[in-house]
Nanobody, 124 residues
Framework: QVQLVESGGGLVQPGGSLRLSCTAS????????IAWFRQAPGKEREGVSS???????MHADSVKGRFAISRDNARNAVYLQMDSVKIEDTAIYFC????????WGLGKYEYIYWGQGIEVTVSS
């Protein structure tokens, strides 16, 4: 069974840090490009960061310089390091995978496997 599971979410204060993890089961992430998306209440799902199988990365303008995406092929996992978080980063975060390994964009329709999402709340 193909599955993506996010972890590491929770409550963080503005300016703080959080690291999200996405682990895969049922398939090898090495052959997939991975991205993180987020959806805030009342808003559309938007791309945050992506990484191809070869390590090419893309970040949304809103998170450039604050968020970093990485992958650990040995652990079949992808991470999103969130630093200097802002209140507007509050959202449900999803990881997603596409079997187009060299893709490194944030087009949500390119991704076919999705995790169930994890909540991140930035509040003082």
């Amino acid at each position: 069974q193909v599955q993506l599971v996010e972890s590491g979410g929770g409550l963080v204060q503005p300016g703080g840090s959080l690291r999200l993890s996405c682990t895969a089961s049922g398939f090898n992430l090495n052959n997939y490009a991975i991205a993180w998306f987020r959806q805030a209440p009342g808003k559309e799902r938007e791309g945050v960061s992506s990484i191809s199988s070869t390590g090419r990365r893309m970040h949304a303008d809103s998170v450039k310089g604050r968020f970093a995406i990485s992958r650990d092929n040995a652990r079949n996992a992808v991470y999103l390091q969130m630093d200097s978080v802002k209140i507007e980063d509050t959202a449900i975060y999803f990881c997603a995978a596409t079997p187009t390994p060299l893709y490194w964009g944030l087009g949500k329709y390119e991704y076919i496997y999705w995790g169930q999402g994890i909540e991140v709340t930035v509040s003082s």
